[in-house]
């Protein structure tokens, strides 16, 4: 069974070596293997991973079964008012599809409602196939937007939301 645990500051190593496993085979189909790990060193190194934890506020919970970590969310609480953002969503390549990423997804939209949120706010690169896997949980395309992440790289996105209502 998937247990869901809250992390702390003493698993941004883990959190860091699943991001690097789940990471690079998400982005590398469709985006340039010099601009993944631009993105990944400015979203998972160990300074980057406490800034958010820290200092954004982000919680992280990590599923995991019979003591093998599968994958995490990262997330923040009133991102906007009323709103919380899903910030990182990965699982490890050989346990997607087994509903992993569902299950933590659900345990972020119960911890939001719980505490009163409204919706769950989201970005995902608009050639991720995740994209259908968030449509299937029920959350809509609202915004297309192409952020500027810094060395002439851009984040090809769309902004899907949720009620949590």
Known sequence: M???RTATVEDIPLINRLGEQAF???YLPF???EQVAY???KMYDADALLQQMKERGDLFFIASENGLDLGFAAFQLNHHQGETKLHKLYVLPQFQ???VGKILLQAV???ARQLG???LLLNVNRYNKAVGFYNHLGYNVFKEEDIDI???YFMNDYEMKKSLK
């Open 117 to 119: 949120q409204e919706s």
């Open 150 to 152: 810094g060395q002439g």
């Open 109 to 111: 939209e119960a911890y």
């Open 97 to 99: 599809s087994q509903s």
């Open 39 to 41: 993105m990944f060193h």
């Open 2 to 4: 998937i247990q869901i």
């Open 31 to 33: 985006i340039s293997a």
């Open 24 to 26: 690079y085979p998400t």
